[in-house]
């Protein structure tokens, strides 16, 4: 399996959850590299993806809204990035709530004011743009892969 595979596998687990397929509407950052190329790949020239390629500070919100309408949702807020190591062997910590909790229109309007600002300042994304990203993906892979296992510069 690929590391697209898993990355497409967890997307469909988590969108067909409790047998209801999801709306995908995706806003990703590539700060730090730590984005999988191949998970950028797939959505070369597809409108429901937008990137944030440069941002001024780091792009860092792990917001998962899954959303039928204002009175129908889901969201789950947290520290896992979107990658199959986040939702099974790294340690993270994520908030789940949904439309059937008190003032939930006040938080689904917060919510979606965050999502669409970020929608805003992200860019459709190109074929150029993930070639150009890879090869710095694969450098800064290395080096971390170098650091794998050690902390301190000891081995750990």
Not at 34 to 55: A, C, G, N, S, Y
């Amino acid at each position: 399996m690929t590391n697209t595979d898993t990355i497409l596998n967890l997307g469909w687990a988590v969108l067909c959850v409790g047998g209801i397929l999801w709306h995908l509407w995706l806003v990703v950052g590539t700060h730090f590299y730590q984005t999988h190329p191949d998970f950028l790949e797939v959505f070369v020239d597809d409108p429901k993806i937008r990137v944030v390629l440069q941002p001024s500070g780091v792009f860092h919100p792990r917001i998962y809204l899954f959303e039928n309408s204002r009175d129908d949702w889901a969201c789950i807020i947290g520290s896992p990035n979107f990658t199959g190591a986040a939702f099974s062997t790294n340690v993270e910590v994520a908030l789940r709530f949904d439309s059937k909790v008190s003032r939930s229109n006040m938080h689904y309007d917060a919510l979606r004011k965050v999502i669409d600002e970020h929608w805003e300042s992200g860019k459709p994304l190109k074929k150029d743009q993930v070639e150009a990203y890879r090869s710095v993906w694969n450098r800064k892979t290395q080096m971390l892969g170098q650091l794998a296992g050690t902390y301190g510069g000891k081995a750990g």
